[in-house]
Each structure stands twice: as C-alpha cells, then as structure tokens.
T-cell receptor, first 117, second 112 residues
C-alpha cells in the first residue's frame, strides 16, 4: 500500500533562517506531488505541484521554492524565512492523470507545523 | 475568478441533528469534486468524491454529497451527526491540469 511521510512534525525557526521540509511517498511510482499551506481562515493554499522529476509548477509567488530531486521525493525550501511563512504545511500525492482525465484523489501527509519567530 | 467557496466558516449542531455543509465552485467545466475532513493538527482524510455518473455519492462515516450542475454546488450531508464528527471540513475540486484546489473550510462543532 502507498504511504506518505512528511517531516518534521513541528518546527520553530527564527526569521531569516533557511527552511527545508521533506516529503516522500512509498508504494507508488510517478506520482503527482503537492505542497499546500494552511493558514487560519484561508483554507488550503496550493503552493507547488509536480508531475515529474524536476518539473515544478508554482501557484503563488512567495518566499518559498520546491524541488523534486527523485521520483517520490518533494522538498519545500526557503533561503530566508519570514514571519508570514508560519503555518501548517501539508504534502500530498495523487496518481498521475492521463488524457482520459483523472480518477484519483489527493492523499495527504500528517503535516508540519512551522512557527517563525 | 476560479474558486471554491464554502460560505459557512463555522457551524454548530446538536448531536443527532442533521447536517448540511455547503460548497460552490466556479470553474469553466465540471470539475472533479471532493470532500475531506481534518481533525486538529492532522492531515486530511477523504470522505467522498464525484467524478461522473450518479450525482448523489455516498462516502465514509455516513456522509453523502449531491452534485448539482445548475447550481455549481456539491453540498455535504449527514442525517444524524455524532460527537466524533466535530472537525474541519474541506471541499475541493480537481482539474485536468493535475491541480487540486480547496475551499476555506467549515469548522463543525457538535454539542451534546
């Protein structure tokens, strides 16, 4: 069965420090991968998604970047954190969609609570 | 603008009462539709999904949702709420460009 791992679970970082959150998926290949941020009252905001190694689509201009160095690994990074980067970050995966459309949902990790101080 | 709207930020219901959570979307074509539930500090769990066919879909934990194309809605319902249903509920759409977009969520409180 497929599993998704996301770490760390909680993180407290000072303003201006770098960030690296990692997400890995097991039990599947060629997944779509996603990073979301959840802030109070704003729901889940899609930050980045990837349909393959090295293929990253950014949804929102921001202080963050994403990389996919391996098929089942997705990394969220920042060179210098801002206070506004605080939030709950969720990684997700789905089966790769094809020309027939999609027949899958997004499967989520347990999230990382990031507090920038 | 394309969006997923959950107009109710917070709902309180008594245990045993019925529940309806509203969701509207504004996309050009009929998207794929989902409802997720999130317990505090946790990830999201899928309740149900609609891709095509019967517009009334059944999900886990006794939930159901009805897709109404004319209203661009996908409301979630449960005939009798249990205290364990207290959580945050998210409506989402999936687009053929491989994206999933979520609403702002509805927080459900269940009172005994």
């Amino acid at each position: 069965s497929q599993t998704i791992h996301q770490w760390p679970a909680t993180l407290v970082q000072p303003v201006g420090s770098p960030l690296s959150l990692e997400c890995t998926v097991e039990g599947t290949s060629n997944p779509n991968l996603y990073w979301y941020r959840q802030a109070a009252g704003r729901g889940l905001q899609l930050l980045f998604y990837s349909v393959g190694i090295g293929q990253i689509s950014s949804e929102v201009p921001q202080n963050l970047s994403a990389s996919r160095p391996q098929d089942r690994q997705f990394i969220l990074s920042s060179k210098k954190l801002l206070l506004s980067d605080s939030g709950f970050y969720l990684c997700a995966w789905s089966v790769r969609w094809d020309t027939r459309g999609m027949n899958t949902e997004a499967f989520f990790g347990q999230g990382t609570r990031l507090t920038v101080v | 603008a394309q969006s997923v709207t959950q107009p109710d930020i917070h709902i309180t219901v008594s245990e045993g009462a019925s529940l309806e959570l509203r969701c509207n979307y504004s996309y050009g074509a009929t998207p794929y539709l989902f409802w997720y539930v999130q317990s505090p500090g946790q990830g999201l769990q899928l309740l149900l999904k609609y891709f095509s066919g019967d517009t009334l879909v059944q999900g886990i934990k006794g939930f159901e949702a009805e897709f109404k194309r004319s209203q661009s809605s996908f409301n979630l319902r449960k005939p009798s709420v249990h205290w364990s249903d207290a959580a945050e509920y998210f409506c989402a759409v999936g687009l053929t460009g491989n994206q999933f977009y979520f609403g702002t969520g509805t927080s459900l409180t269940v009172i005994p």
